[in-house]
């Protein structure tokens, strides 16, 4: 089978080219399954219930986020409702929400997909190895395909939860930082990894911000109000070819693809 894990969504610009592009992909790619991180999707910063829905009707199947998905608080009652979207199953216990969930592809394969935060230049929450561990004990009987957003600003906390997991799941894909890395590759023990997916959103921009923006902040330290930038968008993540008896991966490829909107 193969599953499509696509990188941060960025604001209206890369919903937009998501939407559009993700049946076309799917057709050529003949993908099985589609995983999104939506945590930027409404103008930049976080994600509400109109735009959650628009990426499922696109043909995601499971969207994950991370450390700024309650910046719209009409997202809270959506979350009750939708077992598809995801927020870090290592946060509080008594929040909103699932850290992860059991899908099915159209041929009735399961998939697991887990939603883990880093804690290295992030907010202390509960250690997402442990969380792994525990979530991993109920998951594993229900899919033995299993796909980990490792949502983290450290690439070594990323590369240890790589390592971590190899054996145990089927990927460990990384986001959050909107930068594509080229260090993909299939762990020893079958698990797919890269320590980050990358970023659907505009290209001429920093990490999705308007460059001006971005530089005035750096160059002053004062607060500026960040906006969605435009201009051409960048449509960035990997797919994973998975053979679903065993979970194994046994390919992982970048995707980059660039469209107008």
Request: proline share 5%; hydrophobic share 45%.
């Given at each position: 089978?193969?599953?499509?894990?696509?990188?941060?969504?960025?604001?209206?610009?890369?919903?937009?080219?998501?939407?559009?592009?993700?049946?076309?992909?799917?057709?050529?790619?003949?993908?099985?399954?589609?995983?999104?991180?939506?945590?930027?999707?409404?103008?930049?910063?976080?994600?509400?219930?109109?735009?959650?829905?628009?990426?499922?009707?696109?043909?995601?199947?499971?969207?994950?986020?991370?450390?700024?998905?309650?910046?719209?608080?009409?997202?809270?009652?959506?979350?009750?409702?939708?077992?598809?979207?995801?927020?870090?199953?290592?946060?509080?216990?008594?929040?909103?929400?699932?850290?992860?969930?059991?899908?099915?592809?159209?041929?009735?394969?399961?998939?697991a997909v887990v939603n883990l935060i880093?804690?290295?230049?992030?907010?202390?929450?509960?250690?997402?190895?442990?969380?792994?561990?525990?979530?991993?004990?109920?998951?594993?009987?229900?899919?033995?395909?299993?796909?980990?957003?490792?949502?983290?600003?450290?690439?070594?906390?990323?590369?240890?939860?790589?390592?971590?997991?190899?054996?145990?799941?089927?990927?460990?894909?990384?986001?959050?930082?909107?930068?594509?890395?080229?260090?993909?590759?299939?762990?020893?023990?079958?698990?797919?990894?890269?320590?980050?997916?990358?970023?659907?959103?505009?290209?001429?921009?920093?990490?999705?911000?308007?460059?001006?923006?971005?530089?005035?902040?750096?160059?002053?330290?004062?607060?500026?109000?960040?906006?969605?930038?435009?201009?051409?968008?960048?449509?960035?993540?990997?797919?994973?070819?998975?053979?679903?008896?065993?979970?194994?991966?046994?390919?992982?490829?970048?995707?980059?693809?660039?469209?107008?909107?």
């Amino acid at each position: 089978m193969r599953i499509l894990f696509l990188g941060d969504i960025v604001g209206k610009p890369g919903r937009q080219a998501v939407t559009a592009l993700l049946p076309r992909l799917i057709d050529i790619e003949r993908l099985d399954f589609v995983v999104a991180n939506c945590e930027n999707v409404t103008n930049g910063s976080g994600v509400d219930p109109k735009s959650a829905r628009d990426l499922l009707a696109a043909g995601v199947d499971v969207l994950t986020s991370g450390n700024h998905v309650w910046r719209r608080k009409e997202i809270i009652e959506f979350f009750a409702a939708e077992r598809r979207l995801l927020r870090p199953a290592n946060f509080p216990p008594m929040v909103p929400g699932h850290g992860w969930t059991v899908a099915e592809t159209a041929d009735g394969t399961a998939v697991a997909v887990v939603n883990l935060i880093g804690r290295v230049y992030m907010d202390s929450v509960d250690c997402p190895f442990r969380t792994a561990e525990n979530v991993l004990r109920e998951a594993g009987p229900r899919a033995a395909v299993v796909i980990v957003d490792m949502h983290a600003d450290a690439t070594s906390e990323k590369n240890a939860m790589g390592w971590f997991l190899d054996g145990k799941v089927t990927a460990v894909l990384g986001s959050h930082s909107h930068v594509q890395t080229a260090d993909e590759r299939v762990l020893p023990g079958g698990t797919a990894y890269i320590t980050d997916a990358g970023m659907c959103g505009p290209m001429d921009s920093v990490i999705g911000v308007k460059k001006e923006l971005a530089i005035e902040r750096f160059l002053t330290h004062m607060p500026v109000r960040f906006e969605v930038a435009s201009g051409p968008v960048v449509v960035q993540g990997v797919i994973v070819e998975v053979d679903a008896e065993t979970g194994r991966a046994t390919a992982i490829t970048r995707v980059q693809e660039r469209r107008v909107v």
